[in-house]
């Protein structure tokens, strides 16, 4: 079992910046791909980056690639998303999530493990 929380949320203006984190805590000895999904009301969860175990391979949705920049630190059992130039349709509760994997994961319906969520509100 793996345990996720997610931090950083909050309320930010468009434009600015806002750092997600996300802390793994419970076996976390096996090679897990991350990601980070997000749900706006009354919308489907989506994707919005994965890394591979080893942080070397990332991937990112087309609405945040340039903006957005995941990374993760293993000896700290942490995931990072670092959100630059937001904008209000960035506004969602974002989720961080496991996969036992040693390859990236974009599909959610592969992760294994999920957050609790974390609020990001962009304000225009």
């Known amino acids: 079992q793996v345990q996720l929380v997610e931090s950083g949320g909050g309320l930010v203006q468009a434009g600015g910046p806002l750092r997600l984190s996300c802390a793994a805590s419970g076996r976390t000895s096996r090679n897990y791909a991350m990601g980070w999904f997000r749900q706006a009301p009354g919308k489907e969860r989506e994707f919005v980056a994965c890394?591979?175990?080893?942080?070397?391979?990332?991937y990112y949705a087309d609405s945040v690639k340039g903006r957005f920049t995941l990374s993760r630190d293993n000896a700290k059992n942490t995931v990072d998303l670092q959100m630059n130039s937001l904008k209000p349709e960035d506004t969602a509760v974002y989720y961080c999530?496991?996969?036992?994997?040693?390859?990236?994961?974009?599909?959610?319906?592969?992760?294994?493990?999920w957050g609790q969520g974390t609020q990001v509100t962009v304000s225009s």
């Open positions: 999530a496991a996969a036992v994997s040693s390859t990236i994961v974009g599909a959610a319906t592969r992760y294994d493990y």
């Open positions: 890394v591979n175990w080893s942080g070397r391979s990332t």
